[in-house]
């Protein structure tokens, strides 16, 4: 490919096709967005772009952000919102992002997506750089650690996991920028733990501190306060055992996890990485569950503790277990499959759960286990969300020319100026919302785009984590000659194949 078109072509990429449809849009990113830098990867042996959807997928988070903007947000669409989020004695929490269709700020998805982004950046560095992302990555990861030191009061030993009413949040469509309601401050303390919610939120701001002290410039005085807190609420949880969901009743009715081994674990492993005190490898190794989980997600850790034990240790229980994970979903395994070719974990998200498995297969590539099938595989998912379907639809929103337009996702489906915006028109959501990864197909690969679709078209930041992570990783392989051709499509699509709802 052209190197010199190339970063006309993201920089065209990102801004231009805004003027597609609807009128709330508009075709220029704000004055002092941080935009693209140069490019010089070259996309050639790429079946599609990854390194234009990555960029995209930078931008959705950017969407999803609570609290007082800064001036280089690039979201046009977006301003300040709930600058009410303190808790009742005072205690600033505004910022973070917001969940996913909806406004409420959940510390256990947010910190899983967090920790998850920050692995895939700090493994495959170079799909941010050599696609000039970098500076555009370092900005949008920093907002939710941000939060999440705003979250945790050492000196109280209060630790916070949900901002907002589960209910009176979801019956109220409008755009962020307008909500009044109330959005109290769920906390956790010695009385009431959440040990699960410590976890993850540990493995954020440890895997924080490595990125702000490795990747991203100038911020080594950030980097440090990461990790003074990651070992902090690590503490907090270890001495304080017990899932948030016996506590707290909002949030968990939505992100009910179920043990905290694998938080604790993932968190152990994480603090062994930035600190090199092999008590937390201890810990993490304790933690650790032989048993195949049922997936990568935001409730199960364990593919990714797996991987992270093999990293520090080497030791084959680790290896075998991330064979034993991937046997598991691989074809021939234990998990079903879309008559396309998706690996269909659950309705709710099909594609999340796919990416999620994909990033597990590429990072063991990266290991060096079993390289050429697990990166041929994790494109043959990639490669479906993109385009390789039934429909030829991207479900990633903005790229290509073929993707969802009625997500369900309450602030690109209001004009700013309307306190409540119209829940039930046929028209596509007026601002688009670039890089969101929408939900998914069913078992029979049927999608429809329709915006009370909640299953099927919500996105959130969990959705994305494991799918931007992902394409960071084929543009790594791709920069180093080790992308292995794309397996051919298992569907063509055919004219009379039409998205449902539109
Ligand atoms: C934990 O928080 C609850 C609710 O705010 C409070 O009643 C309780 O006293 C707190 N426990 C501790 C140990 O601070
Ligand atoms: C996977 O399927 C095989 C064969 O049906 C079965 O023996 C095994 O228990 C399953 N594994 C899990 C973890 O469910
Ligand atoms: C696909 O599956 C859904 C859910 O089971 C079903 O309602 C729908 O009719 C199926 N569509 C086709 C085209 O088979
Ligand atoms: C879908 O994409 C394939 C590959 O680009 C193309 O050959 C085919 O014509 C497309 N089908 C439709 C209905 O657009």
């Given at each position: 490919m052209n190197m010199c078109c190339l970063t006309v072509c993201l920089l065209g990429l990102l801004w231009s096709v805004s003027t597609v449809s609807g009128a709330g849009t508009t075709s220029s990113p704000p004055p002092g967005a941080i935009t693209p830098g140069p490019a010089t990867y070259?996309?050639?042996?790429?079946?599609?772009?990854y390194g234009k959807a990555l960029g995209l997928s930078i931008l959705f988070y950017d969407a999803q952000r609570a609290g007082k903007l800064p001036a280089n947000n690039p979201i046009a669409w977006r301003s300040d919102s709930v600058l009410y989020d303190y808790d009742d004695d005072g205690w600033d929490l505004t910022?973070?992002?917001?969940?996913?269709?909806?406004?409420t700020k959940f510390s256990l998805p947010m910190s899983f997506a967090t920790w998850v982004l920050n692995w895939g950046f700090l493994k495959f560095e170079d799909g941010y750089s050599s696609t000039g992302q970098k500076t555009m990555m370092c900005d949008m990861i920093r907002w939710p650690l941000e939060y999440f030191l705003k979250c945790w009061r050492p000196d109280l030993q209060v630790l916070y996991a949900e901002i907002g009413d589960t209910e009176s949040d979801q019956n109220r469509w409008a755009s962020p920028e307008n909500l009044n309601m109330e959005r109290p401050a769920h906390r956790l303390n010695a009385s009431c733990p959440g040990s699960d919610v410590a976890g993850d939120m540990a493995s954020a701001m440890a895997s924080g501190y490595l990125v702000f002290k490795n990747?991203?410039?100038?911020a080594k005085a950030f980097a440090d306060k990461l990790l003074v807190a990651a070992k902090g609420i690590y503490k907090f949880g270890i001495d304080n055992r017990g899932l948030y969901s016996d506590c707290i009743p909002d949030g968990p009715t939505h992100y009910?996890?179920?043990?905290?081994h694998d938080e604790l674990a993932a968190a152990g492993a994480w603090l062994y990485k930035a600190t090199g005190e092999t008590d937390y490898l201890d810990d993490a190794k304790g933690f650790a569950s032989p048993r195949i989980p049922w997936a990568f997600s935001w409730n199960q850790k364990g593919p990714g503790v797996n991987l992270l034990l093999y990293e520090a240790t080497e030791e084959d229980i680790y290896l075998q277990a991330t064979k034993d994970f991937m046997d598991f979903v691989m074809?021939?395994?234990?998990v079903s499959y879309t008559p396309c070719g998706l690996v269909f974990r659950n309705q709710w998200g099909s594609n999340r759960f796919a990416a999620n498995m994909a990033l597990i297969a590429l990072m063991a590539a990266e290991h060096d286990i079993m390289p050429e099938e697990y990166k041929t595989w994790a494109l043959s998912q990639i490669n479906y969300m993109l385009g390789d379907n039934n429909y030829n639809l991207?479900?990633?929103?903005?790229?290509?020319?073929?993707?969802?337009?009625?997500?369900?996702?309450?602030a690109s489906s209001c004009i700013a100026e309307f306190l409540d915006c119209d829940y039930d028109t046929p028209d596509d959501n007026p601002n688009i919302l670039y890089g969101g990864l929408v939900g998914g197909p069913l078992l029979n690969d049927t999608y429809a785009d329709v915006r009370s679709d909640n299953v099927q078209n919500e996105v959130s930041v969990d959705y994305n984590s494991g799918f931007q992570s992902s394409l960071a990783a084929l543009v790594h392989f791709a920069n180093h000659n080790a992308l292995p051709a794309s397996p051919p499509r298992k569907c063509t699509a055919r004219s009379m194949d039409s998205v449902l709802g539109r």
């Open positions: 070259d996309s050639s042996t790429m079946k599609y772009d910022g973070g992002w917001f969940d996913a269709g909806d406004h990747i991203c410039p100038n009910k996890s179920t043990h905290d074809p021939g395994g234990n991207s479900y990633e929103i903005g790229f290509g020319d073929n993707y969802p337009t009625h997500y369900h996702h309450r």
